[in-house]
């Protein structure tokens, strides 16, 4: 089982930038996986941010695309740089990880991809 550790939120003005840190502990199975990032704000669903795959695949929501950047560093380490933050995106930031992939890595955009999550950053934008 996976241990999913996020750090790096904070408050920041509009316009400012942050970046998260997730930091990974445990098995991993699979040779092809994906990490990503959701967020969840008061009153709202909670809704993918960006993901990345072991073969480097980014994938990023529409409203952040242009403005964060995910990245890894080697296999436990992961980033979010978020630019030019918006008010919209404040929420608690939650890293995740998915079982693994067979072949043909996807990394997904839906919640229940993803079995491993994290406790939560908070990022406040004002």
């Known amino acids: 089982h996976v241990q999913l550790v996020e750090s790096g939120g904070g408050s920041v003005q509009a316009g400012g930038s942050l970046r998260l840190s997730c930091t990974s502990s445990g098995y991993i199975a699979a040779r092809l996986y994906c990490m990503g990032w959701f967020r969840r704000a008061p009153g709202k669903e909670r809704e993918f941010v960006s993901a990345?795959?072991?073969?480097?695949?980014r994938k990023y929501a529409e409203s952040v695309q242009g403005r964060f950047t995910i990245s890894k560093e080697g296999d436990r380490t992961m980033y979010l740089q978020m630019n030019n933050l918006k008010p919209d995106d404040a929420g608690m930031y939650y890293c995740?990880?998915?079982?693994?992939?067979?072949?043909?890595?996807?990394?997904?955009?839906?919640?229940?991809?993803?079995?491993?999550w994290g406790q939560g950053t908070q990022v406040t934008v004002s």
């Open positions: 995740v990880q998915d079982a693994g992939w067979g072949s043909n890595i996807d990394c997904g955009r839906a919640w229940y991809q993803y079995n491993s």
């Open positions: 990345i795959g072991s073969d480097g695949s």
